[in-house]
Each structure stands twice: as C-alpha cells, then as structure tokens.
C-alpha cells in the first residue's frame, strides 16, 4: 500500500487576495476551507483607528481566533470586554457572542482563524461589495446560515463602542 505524502500550504503575502470591507479596514485571504482539506480558514484584518470592527454575532460550527500582531484591539467575549496588544490570542468557541474593533484612537492588525474550517471567503467578498454599494445589509442577514455568522445585539458590546 503507497502512502502519498501531504504537501504543504504556503501562501505568499504578495499573492493574497485583499478586500476593502469599509474606509478603515482590510481584509487579506489566506486560506480558505478548501485549501486546507477543511482544517481551517485563515485571514488577517487590518483595522485602521475608527474602524467600526465586526458587529456582535457567534458561529455554531467554528472556533474563531484572534491574535493581534500589531495595536490594541478590544473584543467582546460573551459579556465581557477585553483589550489585547500584540502577541495577545483569544479564542472564541461556537455559540459564544463575540465581536472585535480597534481600541479607541488605535488600529490593530489581527490574524483570525476559524477552525474548522468554512468556505467564508464570499462572505467577505459580500462585505467589500456592500461597502462599495453593490449588495445591502439584508444580503449579509440571509447569508447567515451559509456562512455561519448569527448577529444579535450585545448590551456589553454597545456600551463598550460607547466608552471613549
């Protein structure tokens, strides 16, 4: 019996697919589901000082970790509020609200993993077009199940966005 060896994935920065989700953050792709044989699905996010982040929501079939190169970034974890700097990680596993921004005044440059892996690069995709005026909000809310990304409101997270 031959076994066959497994190669390896490498992804080169200058190769990376980059997306503008908005005027203060960029997304890099750098391994989707696919590539990994399901493992995990790999992006960094480039949140610029003001950058909104990513609104309150959980994911039922992944992890979703975050580790912060370089800034400050706060991130809610279920009811919580945490400030990271770089070298932090926080891992968020399925069914907890979370959501994640720069600290006030700062940016913060994240590497977000989801393990396993899902098929998210169109839903990032979807966010670059809703930002460019190409598809609505109402687009990304019936995207929900595709791309395991549930929404709700978080009174720790909204009182949070509030303090300055």
């Known amino acids: 019996m031959s076994v066959t ?12 697919e ?25 992006n960094r996010a480039a949140l610029g000082v003001g950058s909104p982040g990513t609104p309150a929501h959980f994911h039922t079939r992944a992890a979703e970790l975050l580790f912060v190169l370089d800034g400050s970034l706060r991130a ?22 979370h959501a994640f ?30 930002a460019r005026g190409e598809a609505s909000a109402e687009d990304i809310r019936d995207s929900s199940e595709r791309y395991d990304n549930h929404y ?3 009174p720790a997270w909204r009182a949070a966005l509030q303090i300055h």
Do not use: C, K, N
């Open 152 to 154: 709700l409101d978080s």
């Open 5 to 16: 060896t497994p190669s390896a994935l490498l992804v080169r920065a200058t190769e990376a």
């Open 76 to 97: 809610l974890a279920g009811d919580q509020v945490h400030t990271l700097g770089p070298g932090d990680l926080i891992l968020f596993p399925p069914h907890l609200p």
């Open 18 to 42: 980059s997306l503008a989700d908005g005027p203060t953050s960029l997304i890099t792709l750098l391994a989707d589901a696919d590539a990994t044989g399901g493992a995990l699905t790999a």
């Open 101 to 130: 921004a720069p600290a006030p005044g700062r940016q913060a440059d994240v590497l977000v993993l989801f393990t396993p892996g899902l098929a998210r690069f169109d839903y990032y995709r979807l966010l670059e077009r809703v």
